[in-house]
């Protein structure tokens, strides 16, 4: 097994074995660019780890083509390792976004490595992902180059392990004589559900916030990201707070949940490197949240934003532009601005079940935006439970529509403005009713 000898904390398996370990982590291959490194897990069953190439980002600042190495780009949870990860798992982080390193030369600009390309592979030694079988552990050495338009190298040396106990070790260094504005080595991406985090292992827990804004987590050798409805945690052990050039890890949360560990944005890199251990587990989830059959009007505004409702956050833009929204009475009136997301989430969630939403409204411009059921608080519209029922009566009416939040999610109603300028939408209530099952 490799052994790549991080210095802090437990480094779960990267020893040499004395006498041959049990062949218990598969591979399973999909096609020469895509296959699945699977291990069993003594909490989850097992985990089920997502390796692609010659995939990414194709356009600026991107710098495309070509993508050799390969990459990790999902995490599953499931019962066990024969089981298939697309169709039996529990999704951990899912996104084929950069989970390794990403650079960029901010002279060009140009963002390039993983996921933004520009990589061209030089060796790889170690398991065969086109393979399909058992072994004792996944793990490779891979080497590789990327290179930018304006002539700039930046090697990279890559050590990955997959143990037969589930847990992930990782070794990544990079080397250049470039100037490279933006460096990160080891990321996290999960589901946008990991929305809390702690550096005391778990004594105390902080929210990441759900508008895309950076959150800084300063440089913890130990950080924790949690998902409290399900209970799935995530743990990095890393030992890059203590190399040169380290600033800080940060996290962004939208449609995804992104951590960074981001090393000095300016001059030239010489050899920056971070080594990391990721383990998975599972608590208790929180408690699902108190619900009843409720009828809301529009008439008291938020402490923090008049122009929104109580219990309501606005998401979108989450730059703090002022929303073009009113309480005028028993309305709340939501204009359209062109080219801009103007986008409310209720702060409440409907725990799993059934249920009919309905707003009472009119759209007296035209077609005015619409609502959704959303699995998330962040005011992504990505994959909604259900929607949009779209305001297109210039009379008062009714929208409604039927959603099912499944077990371990929660439900959040999402109301979107038109994106046309000046196109009003008038709700003047909001009624929910549970369903039966």
Not at 103 to 110: D, G, H, K, N
Not at 121 to 147: C, H, K, M, N, W
Not at 167 to 183: C, L
Not at 192 to 202: N, Q, V
Request: glycine share 10%; proline share 8%.
């Amino acid at each position: 097994m490799l052994a790549l000898g991080i210095g802090i904390g437990p480094t779960l398996g990267g020893q040499q074995a004395s006498t041959p370990l049990p062949a218990t982590v598969r591979i399973a291959p999909v096609n020469g660019d895509l296959a699945y490194a699977l291990a069993p897990h003594p909490a989850l069953g097992a985990v089920a780890l997502r390796f692609q190439r010659n995939t990414g980002g194709s356009g600026f600042p991107n710098l495309g083509a070509p993508w050799e190495a390969w990459r990790m780009t999902a995490v599953y949870a499931l019962a066990d390792v024969e089981g298939d990860p697309a169709t039996a798992g529990t999704v951990l982080g899912a996104d084929v976004g950069a989970w390794d390193y990403a650079f960029q030369i901010a002279a060009i600009p140009e963002y390039g490595g993983s996921w933004h390309g520009g990589e061209t592979l030089v060796s790889y030694t170690g398991t065969d992902l086109s393979q399909a079988g058992f072994v004792p552990a996944f793990e490779f050495d891979q080497q590789s180059v990327i290179r930018f338009s304006n002539g700039t190298e930046i090697a990279i040396s890559r050590q990955f392990s997959l143990s037969g106990q589930g847990a992930v070790q990782e070794a990544i260094a990079a080397s250049s004589a470039g100037v490279v504005s933006t460096r990160t080595l080891g990321m996290l991406i999960m589901h946008p559900d990991f929305c809390r985090f702690s550096t005391d292992g778990g004594a105390s827990w902080s929210d990441i916030p759900g508008d895309d804004s950076i959150c800084a987590i300063a440089k913890p050798f130990d950080l924790v990201l949690r998902n409290p409805i399900t209970g799935h945690t995530v743990r990095q052990v890393t030992n890059a707070p203590s190399q040169p050039q380290f600033t800080r890890i940060s996290a962004r949360r939208l449609a995804r949940t992104k951590t960074y560990n981001e090393f000095d944005t300016a001059g030239v890199i010489g050899t920056i490197a971070a080594e990391r251990v990721l383990t998975f587990g599972l608590t208790e989830p929180d408690p699902p949240p108190a619900w009843a059959p409720f009828a809301e009007s529009f008439t008291n505004a938020s402490a923090s934003n008049p122009a929104a409702p109580a219990g309501w956050t606005r998401t979108h833009p989450s730059s703090g532009v002022p929303g073009p929204a009113a309480l005028p009475g028993e309305s709340w009136i939501i204009t359209g601005v062109n080219g801009q997301a103007n986008r409310w989430v209720r702060d409440a969630p409907l725990p799993p079940g059934t249920y009919q939403i309905a707003f009472d409204y009119s759209a007296p411009d035209g077609t005015a935006g619409a609502f959704q059921v959303m699995n998330v608080n962040t005011g992504s519209t990505v994959g909604p439970l259900a929607g949009p029922a779209s305001f297109t009566s210039a009379a008062p009416a009714t929208a409604s529509l039927t959603v099912t939040v499944p077990e371990g999610q929660q439900g959040y109603i999402v109301v979107n403005a038109s994106n046309t300028t000046g196109r009003r939408t008038i709700i003047t209530a909001l009624r929910a009713l549970a369903l039966p099952a």
